[in-house]
């Protein structure tokens, strides 16, 4: 079964550095999300990206975050300068729709910064 | 703010006995839920949709019902085996938008 791979499994950076994590959504697939989890706490829901441009963001997702899809296959998400509270698990998901759809998530990223 | 949230944090049960698990929501237009199934280490793992079109899902062992008119979502699992204990979540979505938005969770713990 196809599923989402998500690269590295775990991250350990510098507070103040960047960081990019990186996903290979399913290959037939057009929506692409970014989400995170903050230890005990529920999913939150980041961005949506189509057709090369951010659909739809949360207020987390500000002007340190942004997402690229470099190539065909690969989906990233970069924090320019981390802080202590980008600590979380960041899970990639991508959909074939967006209507009525499930979104398929991948094992996550566990970022620590330090 | 409109949210999506569980009543029960965690819920064990002995094997071959079926689960319940509830979610209850607020944002009035929702009218797509998923249930996803998180197991340490894992992402979420679809389990289950359904649409505000409907008030009942069945699938593999697993059924969802929906109560629109209280705004409550269940989940439940027939004969629950040992490999279904983990972190069930609900999550709602509105055709507004293609955002997610997950409830807090309950733990499934099943007793061999």
């Known amino acids: 079964e196809p599923e989402v791979t998500q690269t590295p499994s775990h991250q350990v950076t510098q507070m103040g550095q960047e960081v990019i994590l990186r996903c290979v959504p399913i290959?037939?697939?057009?929506?692409f999300y970014w989400y995170r989890q903050i230890l005990g706490q529920k999913v939150e829901f980041l961005v949506s990206?189509?057709?090369?441009?951010?659909?739809?963001k949360s207020e987390i997702f500000d002007d340190q975050f942004s997402v690229e899809r470099p190539d065909g296959s690969n989906f990233t998400l970069k924090i320019r300068s981390t802080k202590l509270e980008d600590s979380a698990m960041y899970f990639c998901?991508?959909?074939?729709?967006?209507?009525?759809?499930?979104?398929?998530f991948g094992d996550g990223t566990r970022l620590s910064i330090l | 703010g409109e949210s999506v949230g569980l009543h029960l944090p965690t819920l064990s049960v002995q094997e071959g006995d079926n689960s319940i698990i509830n979610c209850a929501y607020s944002?009035?237009?929702?009218?797509?839920f998923i249930w996803y199934k998180q197991e340490s280490g894992k992402g979420p793992q679809f389990i289950i949709d359904?649409?505000?079109?409907?008030d009942k899902r069945q699938g593999q062992r697993v059924t969802v019902l929906l109560n629109k008119t209280v705004k409550h979502l269940s989940l439940q699992i027939a004969a629950t085996q040992p490999g279904d204990s983990a972190v069930y979540f609900c999550?709602?979505?509105?055709?507004?938008?293609?955002?997610?938005?997950f409830g807090g969770g309950t733990r499934l713990m099943v007793k061999p």
């Open positions: 998901a991508s959909s074939e729709e967006t209507l009525d759809q499930p979104q398929h």
């Open positions: 290959s037939n697939h057009l929506y």
């Open positions: 990206f189509y057709n090369n441009e951010i659909s739809e």
């Open positions: 944002n009035s237009a929702s009218d797509y």
């Open positions: 359904i649409r505000s079109n409907m």
């Open positions: 999550a709602e979505n509105h055709n507004a938008g293609n955002m997610l938005t």
